[in-house]
């Protein structure tokens, strides 16, 4: 009599692999808790002001932390939690939203490039090169200047600087996935190239992906920051992050919670975006031996 066999162990897919390996990493998890926070908070929190993030007393002026005003107001009489509120919209919007101009454009690039391959490849990584020999946060500045500072264009112009290395990345996965057996099938089936990269090229290669648009967000809004303190970004009465940082330097000797609070909540987000992406990139790496 045969003894019964083994159970075989059901597979998992690799993005129920990954998450069950990002739950057991407590760091990443505080990170992806923090943001969550601080997205819903910036999102639903100036609802329930009973402030403005124009609204002045310039009776009052600056105050420090009160009842009334939970983390006090500014110069002109403006709740400055009400600000931080808006401001969190502003930088999260721009991060998310130049970030994904960066990727949009980055993939499509980079995975034609390798995919097409010889001389095609070599003019396009090579225009690339060019673009990366100009420093990139000049040519921000450059397109802001002459297209003129509106607030929408802000997304497209860091978009538009930050796709390069995302081009990169993703020739180097195509370049690898065109020699794959399901490609090479695709081909032989007649498929057309656009179809061949919409539908077995790029998602293939959406882990590396998704690993460095979590570590593009926090960059994108660390030059929204810069962009803003030079003067070049969100401008007054709106308010961004970058832009309260700057208004509480001109003022930390008089009035440190203008720059106190900003600074903690801006270096709180930029510390859990790179905490998930961390995460994601360990729980992502297929070369990691499975627990």
Known sequence: MTSPSPEIEKGVSLWLDAWRRLRKNRLALAGLAI????TLVAAGG????PYGYETQDTALGAAGPSSRHW???DILGRDLLTRLLYGGRVSLGVGLAATSVSLLIGVLYGALSGYAGGRTDMVMMRIVDILYALPFTVFVIILMVF???NFIFLFIA????????TARIARGQTLSLRQREFVEAAVVMGFSRARIL???VIPNMLSPIIIYATLTVPRVMLLEAFLSFLGLGVQPPMSSWGLLIREGVETMEEYPWLLLFPGLVFTMTLFALNALGDGLRDALDPRISRD
């Open 198 to 200: 919409l539908r077995h």
């Open 35 to 38: 943001l969550l926070l601080v």
């Open 71 to 73: 983390l006090g107001t």
């Open 158 to 165: 860091i978009g538009a600087v930050e796709w390069l290395t």
């Open 147 to 149: 297209f003129g500072r």
């Open 46 to 49: 100036p609802w329930f002001s």
